[in-house]
């Protein structure tokens, strides 16, 4: 079967948005199938603002003409839907393949709900293939490096070309390459404390539901289990 399993789960999530809702748009292949979707239900009168995690974003949902708002007009958003580089079955995550992780954890932790979105080759049993992005600002970028190679990983500074890979915030990413993370709370910690590190991809009790599109054409949806 011929099926866009990225476009499956992210269609899935915005039958979530609601008329008035205040939604955080994610980015990356699959956000943007929920993006386009959004700007459907927009045209057809679902009345919503939205806030982006990317310029990118942001440029699709103007094109569309999703009614973005301004972060200071607003103090939280009801559902952020954005996709996942690798996700377990606690709903942990790893984000920041496209390199917009530090606005995407701004804009999803300030959400009432969010919504992970992805195709079924990202669920994991254990996160870690999928090499880890660390933000890093460029003032002593080396030093910065140094300590998170002591975490146990070997850390590649993303490229662009020739040039250095530049995040929309001017920084830069380190990607981690651990192969497995025994726990991610715990390297969120480390990797917190380490001066230069703006954010990392580690995304722990954020995401509420995962919507994962298989590619026999199904979709599992995975509600995250929190302590009351
Ligand atoms: O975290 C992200 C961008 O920073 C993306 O959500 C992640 O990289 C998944 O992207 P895609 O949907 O293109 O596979």
Known sequence: MNVNVKQLAAEKAVEYVLDGMKVGLGT????????????????????????????????????????????????????????????????????????ALLREKIVASNSSRMIVVADESKAVGTLGKFPLPVEIVPFAWEWTVAEIAKLGCKPELRRNGEELYKTDNGNYIADSHFEAIESAPKLALDLQSIPGVVEHGLFIGIADIAIIGKNDGSIETIEAKREI
Do not use: N
């Not at 045209?43 to 009614?67: C, D, F, M, N, Y």
């Open 28 to 99: 990356g292949s699959t956000a943007y199938w929920a993006i386009r979707k959004l700007g459907e239900r927009v045209r057809e009168g679902l009345k919503i603002t939205a806030v982006a995690t990317s310029r990118a974003s942001e440029e699709q949902a103007r094109e569309l003409g999703i009614p973005l708002v301004a972060f200071g007009d607003i103090d939280h958003l009801d559902l952020t839907i954005d996709g996942a580089d690798e996700l377990d079955k606690e709903l942990q995550l790893i984000k920041g393949g496209g390199g």
